[in-house]
């Protein structure tokens, strides 16, 4: 179409495929560029999925000579910042996977040259679109278990040494980050998106079964905005485990375990001892833009064309960095952190 947005991806590996997958099912997206250092994926990447766009070694580059009005950041973590920075000096908007970047004053940069660039920076949190999670938010939100008072999350993942020693950013401190910045960090999100934010955070994380500079293990208890109490343990050193989140209210309970939602709440019928409830029969709630990568990226650019928000603008993409920072900190000192 040739109103269509003119669309680039920064990062020509891994989460940079699921990136061009989404912008070609967005009806308003075209992949005209991509940009990577390594000249040979970038080829490979535009061979297998836009024969036609060009290729580029680096983000500015790519904006002004492609014309490229939006951006996709898919390069490592640690690199986030810059990339973004670039491009939006360039003049695109950025689309930035998560995390935004892995330290404060990166993030603050990124955030602070989109507003001088009157550019849209939105960060990739696609738990937030899931039908379930949606459903989830308005059970919380309408009343529907009462007054939330407490909250776990456990993410047990299995990553093997071969993994983190295929690049030498992984599991870095400053490129990468452990379970926490990698894996957990989108649940994270939705954790406190549920609940409506963190006040604070006292941590232990400890590197136990891989060799790696940042943590395999997490261990985190949370103050949330509303009062509420929680807990979040993370690790990539199991075999097995779950994946499970967990609200308690005051009249009713909320899990989440893989795509499944589950609500209780109770009759009213209760003594000094128990109370009983009944399960309700729960649909999803789509979000208007679809579900996934495809809801993340087709959001981003109605966004752009009707200069509204994005469903997850960079205040709130930087929230779960922020927990997870001030967890890293309450861990090496030993105190409850404040975000």
């Known amino acids: 179409m040739d109103d269509s947005l003119r669309y680039g991806i920064v990062g020509c590996a891994g989460i940079g495929n699921t990136h061009a997958e989404a912008i070609a099912d967005v009806e308003d997206a075209d992949l005209v560029a991509c940009a990577d250092v390594n000249e040979d994926a970038a080829r490979e990447f535009v061979a297998e999925h836009a024969p036609d766009a060009e290729t580029h070694a680096e983000a500015g580059e790519m904006v002004r000579e492609s014309d490229v009005e939006a951006v996709s950041v898919c390069t490592p973590s640690g690199t986030h910042a810059d990339v973004a920075c670039e491009a939006a000096e360039a003049g695109a908007h950025v689309l930035c996977e998560k995390p935004l970047d892995v330290y404060r004053d990166r993030i603050d940069r990124m955030i602070d040259t989109c507003k001088r660039e009157g550019v849209t920076l939105a960060g990739v949190y696609q738990k937030r679109f899931e039908p379930h999670a949606r459903r989830a938010k308005r059970a919380i939100e309408e009343g529907e278990l009462g007054d939330p008072v407490s909250a776990s999350l456990t993410v047990d993942w299995f990553r093997s040494q071969p993994y983190y020693d295929s690049g030498e950013w992984r599991g870095t401190r400053s490129m990468d980050g452990g379970v926490l910045l990698n894996q957990a960090i989108h649940a994270i999100d939705r954790l406190q998106w549920l609940l409506g934010g963190v006040e604070s955070v006292s941590a232990m994380t400890d590197t136990l079964a891989r060799e790696m500079e940042s943590e395999d293990t997490a261990a985190i208890a949370v103050r949330f905005e509303s009062g509420a109490l929680g ?22 309970t909320l899990e989440i375990e893989g795509g499944e939602l589950s609500i209780e709440v109770g009759t009213g019928e209760e003594s000094y001892y128990g109370a009983e409830t009944e399960s309700l029969e729960v649909e999803g709630v789509a979000h208007d833009c679809g579900a996934g990568h495809v809801g993340v990226v ?8 009707t200069g509204r928000e994005p469903e997850v603008p960079a205040r709130e993409a930087r929230v779960a960095v922020d927990t997870i920072l001030a967890a890293y900190d309450s861990s090496e000192t030993g105190e409850r952190i404040e975000l």
Do not use: L, P
Not at 231 to 252: F, H, M, P, Y
Not at 298 to 305: G, N, S
């Open 231 to 252: 807990t979040i343990q993370a690790t990539t050193a199991t075999k097995g485990g779950s994946r499970r989140t967990e609200v308690n209210a005051t009249e009713g």
């Open 298 to 305: 087709r959001d981003f650019v109605e966004a752009i064309r």
